[in-house]
């Protein structure tokens, strides 16, 4: 091997070498959201949810979390490792939902002691911790999965409490004729007031049977209201 073409082959692997050495590994983040401040090592390198950089060889901290004025705000934590000229990218979800479903259905589902609703319901991501109740069946407090749709059953615990008198077609029953069985006392009796004053005037004997008639079904229906209010009464007491 002559001279020359030793020369060459040693300036392509010095060349080789020198571009392994400035070669610097590239990290991608991104977020489904703006609003979102992203850290390497504790150190802000983004506050609108996306970053690329080049970085050296070695282990990273990062941190996206979101920085709008929201009480419950989200944050995700990684520990990645890099090395040999790696791309790498990292995606964060911060808008997605999680289908919660249970076992049975129509369990109340609460946030920090707030009502969100009832199951099957969807849960955002921002939210990480829930307590589902429903009478008759064991509460219990769980942490939303970063999946699709989460199912969890609640264990029974044998006393199944009822369902309260205001919720159920009884008591809307009971309060509609209430209010219809007063609104009939009340005209009945208005009719009987006003034949009595036409008896008054004209003394004909007809208006004072009128009078005794509408007095008459005013009194059964006035009756009807007390027993029925009466029995509302009761059942309030009564739970």
């Known amino acids: 091997?002559?001279?020359?073409?030793?020369t060459l082959m040693i300036l392509f692997f010095v060349s080789l070498f020198l571009q392994a050495q400035d070669c610097n590994n590239i990290l991608r983040i991104i977020s489904d959201k703006s609003e979102v401040n992203i850290f390497i090592n504790d150190s802000l390198v983004?506050?609108?949810?996306?970053?690329?950089?080049?970085?050296?060889?070695?282990e990273y901290k990062i941190t996206a979390s979101e920085n709008d004025e929201n009480w419950n705000t989200k944050t995700f934590t990684d520990k990645i490792s890099l090395s040999n000229c790696e791309t790498k990218i990292i995606h964060y979800h911060f808008n997605a939902e999680t289908l919660l479903e249970t076992i049975p259905s129509d369990v109340y589902v609460y946030s920090n002691d707030s009502l969100l609703g009832f199951t099957p319901i969807k849960i955002p991501a921002t939210?990480?911790?829930?307590?589902?109740?429903?009478?008759?069946y064991v509460q219990k407090k769980i942490?939303?999965?970063e999946k699709p749709v989460q199912i969890v059953q609640l264990e029974f615990n044998g006393t199944i409490k009822s369902e309260p008198f205001v919720k159920t077609t009884l008591f809307k029953v009971l309060t509609g004729s209430a209010i219809a069985l007063g609104?009939?006392?009340?005209?009945?009796?208005?009719?009987?007031?006003?034949?009595?004053?036409?008896?008054?005037f004209s003394g004909d004997r007809k208006f004072l049977d009128e009078t005794?008639?509408?007095?008459?079904?005013?009194g059964i229906s006035l009756?009807?209201?007390?027993?029925?209010?009466g029995y509302l009464i009761y059942r309030f007491l009564a739970e």
Not at 46 to 58: F, K, P, T, V, Y
Not at 185 to 200: Q, S
Not at 212 to 218: A, K, L, M, P, Q
Not at 223 to 229: E, P, R, S
């Open 1 to 6: 091997m002559n001279l020359l073409t030793k």
């Open 46 to 58: 983004s506050s609108n949810g996306q970053a690329e950089l080049e970085i050296s060889d070695g």
């Open 127 to 136: 939210v990480q911790e829930l307590k589902l109740s429903k009478p008759g």
């Open 143 to 145: 942490k939303i999965e």
């Open 183 to 200: 609104a009939v006392t009340a005209y009945f009796k208005l009719k009987a007031d006003d034949k009595f004053d036409e008896y008054r």
């Open 212 to 218: 005794h008639r509408y007095d008459t079904i005013s």
């Open 223 to 229: 009756a009807l209201f007390q027993i029925n209010f």
